[in-house]
């Protein structure tokens, strides 16, 4: 049975699984407001899916037509927006946002205040540092072209990203790489590299011992 406080919000229809936790103020099932230009999409949302034993903390939001796994934990503050598709065993830290349609796997770690851009991919057990920042709009907006060329980063299985990162539109960060603290990745960053720096550069391989095996 899931256990829902008085100050929580919870739209109707929303699945809960057992041992779902939705602390206080937090929104699950909310609906979007849509601006003018806004490039999302404006299909009609199912419902909210929560999986077995998740916690939506306090203050969170979790949107309309997003599905989270079993044993995460959307941290006090977080967003999660519509279309989302969160798997098993998921963090998202304190004051993240995570924007729609993005795809998160199982495993992975968002810390406090990271920003992850829609139209994203995260694979399994990827780590991103606190505050890190992907974007998905090489034209901020201006231009019709810009709509069927957004994209955001696709960080593929295990790949870490150090705190205060800038991740531009449409790389990829190739499996179990690193990159470094307050580096701007440019461009897409091989399997198991090593980058630092703006714009980021190679600079060693992942060691053995960081790997996360087969």
């Known amino acids: 049975m ?4 008085p100050t929580a919000i919870v739209a109707p229809g929303t699945v809960l699984g057992e041992g779902v ?4 103020y937090a929104v699950v099932g909310k609906h979007p407001t849509l601006g003018p230009r806004s490039t999302a999409k404006r299909d009609p949302l199912p419902a909210t899916s929560i999986g077995d034993g998740t916690v939506i903390s306090t203050g969170a939001i979790v949107f309309a037509g997003t599905t989270i796994g079993s044993g995460c934990i959307v941290g006090d503050q977080a967003c999660v927006r519509e279309r989302v598709r969160i798997g098993d065993d998921v963090v998202v830290g304190r004051g993240s946002l995570v924007e729609n349609d993005t795809e998160i796997g199982r495993g992975t770690r968002i810390q406090a205040d990271a920003y992850i851009t829609a139209y994203s991919t995260l694979e399994e057990d990827v780590f991103i540092a606190p505050c890190v920042v992907t974007t998905n709009d090489n034209f901020m907006g201006r231009t019709e072209r810009r ?14 990203v150090g705190g205060g990162a800038f991740l531009c539109p449409g790389v990829e960060l190739g499996e179990e790489a690193f ?3 307050g580096a701007v990745v440019t461009k897409n960053v091989p399997a198991r590299a090593v980058v630092v720096g703006n714009p980021a550069r190679q600079i060693r391989d992942v060691p053995e011992d960081e790997l996360l095996g087969p």
């Open 21 to 24: 936790r939705v602390l206080e």
């Open 147 to 160: 709509k069927e060329l957004m994209r955001g980063p696709t960080i593929r299985r295990g790949a870490r």
């Open 179 to 181: 990159v470094g603290a």
């Open 2 to 5: 899931a256990e829902i406080h």
